[in-house]
């Protein structure tokens, strides 16, 4: 993996093909500012080059906070965003990263730290763990991280107005009712959840793990089902030409354990 020894604002710890990222401002309630953005950039790049890592888990450090949002007294100096390129997080407009993503919430989210959430692929919460949008109450929107857009494609219409509109908090059991979370556990179990999950996933060819999230994800731009179905996706093209697609036939009929190749 890249070289990420730099790091000031975030935390990274690989486990074999695990790449765990904690966002390391316990002071702040793990408020994203400018820098913490970038590192996050920098830390997402090197995920999806590194063929070895399969899948990214990110949480919050502490027990009380996954993410506050952004942090406003840094933001008030400027009264402006100061994100990189793939957006919020270095992720929230990250469009072309086709490994799983996976939000461990360890605490609430809030803000920018919903609108993360709602970026990643899937998301485990901490019993404890609340989930808002307050953007309103200080005279803003959730738009900055595509928290909006994506509510309006997660939920359905009015659960995303009432969240969208009246800045409440849920608790983790409402988010997994909503569909905002795949399930809530007490926190002292959250990150084994995690990964037994990742694990389910790593255990899947990975061309065929990253072909799915695409083909999901981009078939979303278009509201016909019969177009989306028959538009062509390099990502698949990629899994079906692969070895790995006769490896894993090969290890059925054979009845043994599949050897990934990655190619």
């Not at 793939?86 to 609108?115: C, H």
Request: include cysteine.
């Amino acid at each position: 993996m890249t070289d990420l020894t730099s790091l000031e604002h975030i935390l990274v710890e690989v486990e074999g093909p695990l790449l765990w990222i904690t966002l390391n401002r316990p002071e702040v309630r793990n408020a994203l500012h400018p820098s913490a953005h970038r590192e996050l950039h920098r830390i997402f790049d090197a995920y999806a080059a590194d063929p070895t890592l399969r899948v990214a888990i990110l949480t919050g450090a502490g027990e009380r906070a996954f993410c506050a949002g952004s942090d406003i007294k840094a933001r008030a100096r400027t009264n402006a965003d100061d994100y990189p390129p793939t957006g919020y997080a270095g992720l929230t407009a990250r469009f072309d990263l086709d490994k799983p993503v996976i939000a461990a919430v360890n605490g609430f989210a809030l803000g920018g730290g919903a609108e993360i959430v709602l970026a990643c692929d899937m998301a485990y919460a901490a019993d404890h763990a609340e989930f808002g949008f307050p953007e309103p109450r200080v005279g803003l929107a959730a738009l900055g991280g595509g928290g909006l857009q994506r509510l309006a494609r997660s939920l359905p219409t009015k659960f995303a107005m009432d969240l969208a509109l009246t800045g409440r908090r849920v608790s983790a059991a409402e988010a997994k009712t909503l569909g905002l979370i795949n399930d809530h556990v007490p926190a002292a179990e959250l990150r084994s959840k995690v990964r037994d999950v990742a694990h389910m996933i790593v255990a899947n060819a990975p061309l065929a793990i990253e072909a799915s999230k695409a083909i999901i994800r981009d078939s979303l731009a278009s509201p016909d089902l019969a177009a989306s179905m028959s538009r062509s996706y390099p990502a698949a093209i990629r899994m079906l030409e692969s070895r790995d697609a006769i490896e894993g036939q090969s290890a059925f009929l054979e009845r043994r354990e599949p050897n990934w190749l990655y190619e």
